[in-house]
């Protein structure tokens, strides 16, 4: 193989397809270069955004390494944390000895977005939310999880977890999109909540007037999730449907974004980070 970038962890706000990396303000991401039978030289530019340090390498440098280049001999494999300095892009290249650049990393450096979430337990006149407060905070912590370690966004919780009785009977399944359900659902929700960027509701099983196959829903400011076999299930399904409220529509990839009936992970890539985090503009 060639000289390359290589990556142990993906879900830091790394998108290998188009090779780039999203750093906090003031944190940093671990990267790698690999390089094979010639040496190259690892080049910050411009660099002010963001810096190399704690480098770590396999066989011993020429020199040593600084904060916007280093020089790494052949069959080598050298570690480095990027280093956010202030929000901006920035690009790392990976240059030969005749000066050509052969591989580059495209560097956003965002600052933190914050974003008040509630979490709701949703019953009605004739049923019990399926879910319990001890299996909704975990699966909160992941959700957070993945929109603050890859797109530097902050989801907090506010308040508890509400418990939310609709006086009404809301039908099983319930069609979230239907105006007079969604009225009486955040008709009973309490004021601390609604007062929240998004809210939450986790129920029994969910439709829609549109798309009857479904298992969450978000209508800009309240998403709902049915109840799925296992956590990471639901956590994807809540990650999703905030994603939607941040801005994100389906995607084709096996990512966080993935369309109904599709296979999901927790990923979300690079035009998808720079659509939610924008403050590297």
Request: net charge negative.
């Given at each position: 193989m060639a000289t390359r970038f290589d990556k142990a962890q993906i879900f830091d706000g790394f998108d290998p397809k188009t090779v780039y990396q999203m750093v906090p303000v003031g944190d940093s991401r671990r990267m790698t270069?690999?390089?094979?039978?010639?040496?190259?030289?690892i080049i910050v530019d411009p660099p002010q955004v963001a810096r190399m340090q704690s480098f770590v390498f396999t066989t011993p440098l020429l020199e040593v390494p600084r904060e916007f280049r280093a020089s790494v001999t052949p069959r080598n494999r050298i570690s480095f944390d990027v280093f956010g300095q202030g929000k901006g892009n920035t690009t790392i290249f990976l240059v030969d000895r005749k000066g050509k650049a052969f591989a580059a990393l495209l560097v956003s450096v965002k600052e933190k977005i914050t974003k008040k979430v509630a979490l709701c337990l949703l019953s009605d006149r004739r049923r019990n939310c399926p879910f319990t407060a001890s299996e909704i905070a975990p699966m909160f912590t992941a959700t957070a999880r993945t929109f603050r370690q890859q797109a530097n966004i902050e989801l907090i919780q506010v308040g508890g977890i509400f418990p939310v009785t609709v006086t009404a009977d809301l039908g099983d399944p319930i069609v979230a999109d239907k105006p007079s359900t969604r009225a009486a659902?955040?008709?009973a929700t309490p004021q601390q909540a609604i007062l929240a960027d998004f809210v939450v509701f986790y129920s029994w099983d969910i439709t829609s007037l549109t798309r009857p196959a479904i298992v969450g829903i978000n209508q800009?400011?309240?998403?709902?999730?049915e109840k799925q076999p296992s956590s990471f299930e639901n956590s994807i399904t809540t990650a999703?449907?905030?994603?939607?409220?941040?801005?994100?529509?389906?995607?084709?990839?096996?990512t966080l974004m993935a369309g109904d009936g599709n296979a999901r992970s927790s990923v979300l890539q690079q035009f998808e980070i720079d659509t939610i985090n924008q403050t590297d503009s």
């Open positions: 270069v690999i390089t094979e039978e010639e040496e190259c030289t659902i955040l008709g800009g400011f309240d998403c709902y999730v999703h449907e905030i994603g939607h409220g941040l801005g994100l529509s389906h995607s084709g990839a096996k």
